[in-house]
T-cell receptor, first 116, second 113 residues
Framework: SAVISQKPSRDICQRGTSLTIQCQVD?????MFWYRQQPGQSLTLIAT?????????ESGFVIDKFPISRPNLTFSTLTVSNMSPEDSSIYLC?????????????FGPGTRLTVL | QQQVKQSPQSLIVQKGGISIINCAYE??????FPWYQQFPGKGPALLIA?????SEKKEGRFTISFNKSAKQFSLHIMDSQPGDSATYFC????????????FGDGTTLTVKP
């Protein structure tokens, strides 16, 4: 399995500002993903963080709003830019199995963001 | 277009009873079907998963039943315990998409003592 930590665990931000969320994994992993989970709702994939290249964004998400970095195999950041109250959500980092076990995904504890 | 539909939205079961959560998918290319358990304030944790080449998989009190022709799969929790109270998500993915999962809307399970 993989142990994933995220910082910050929660934050309250003002409209128009940006927040960078960090994701650290205790093992080298191939794939890292960022999800959004609005309160009481399901998980929506934002993007796949690719090491050494630009992230791959899902429909409805763009790099200008959610820039992502992946400098190595154990770390990634997601920035939520020019925030509005609609960005209030839980942001989850996810990784594939370090052992390469078939399609296993592990999730971090999440970052709970509130935008005022 | 929602590709994975999950029901019920919420479920209340007495301790010792059987909890059943159902999911239906649309994309026949999906070939991996995990279930995740999420407690408040935590990220989802993989509970059990199945591939379409088998119709059932059991791990302890948790069983997945899979019906490929109907494009449906379900989670059965036997002898449900108050500690099982959590939100459960079904998901589906395609192997060649490197583990990216499409999630159902979740089921909030409450097991009453």
């Amino acid at each position: 399995s993989a142990v994933i930590s995220q910082k910050p665990s929660r934050d309250i931000c003002q409209r128009g500002t940006s927040l960078t969320i960090q994701c650290q994994v205790d093992s080298q992993v191939t794939m890292m993903f960022w999800y959004r989970q609005q309160p009481g709702q399901s998980l929506t994939l934002i993007a796949t963080a690719n090491q050494g290249s630009e992230a791959t964004y899902e429909s409805g998400f763009v790099i200008d709003k959610f820039p992502i970095s992946r400098p190595n195999l154990t770390f990634s950041t997601l920035t939520v830019s020019n925030m509005s109250p609609e960005d209030s959500s839980i942001y989850l980092c996810s990784v594939d199995s370090p052992s390469g076990a078939y399609n296993e995904q592990f999730f971090g504890p999440g970052t709970r963001l509130t935008v005022l | 277009q929602q590709q994975v539909k999950q029901s019920p939205q919420s479920l209340i079961v007495q301790k010792g009873g059987i909890s059943i959560i159902n999911c239906a998918y649309e994309n026949t290319a999906f070939d991996y079907f995990p279930w995740y358990q999420q407690f408040p304030g935590k990220g989802p944790a993989l509970l059990i998963a199945i591939r379409p080449d088998v119709s059932e998989k059991k791990e302890g009190r948790f069983t997945i039943s899979f019906n490929k022709s109907a494009k449906q799969f379900s989670l059965h929790i036997m002898d449900s315990q108050p500690g099982d109270s959590a939100t459960y998500f079904c998901a589906a993915s395609i192997v060649t998409n490197a583990g990216k999962s499409t999630f159902g809307d979740g089921t909030t399970l409450t097991v009453k003592p």
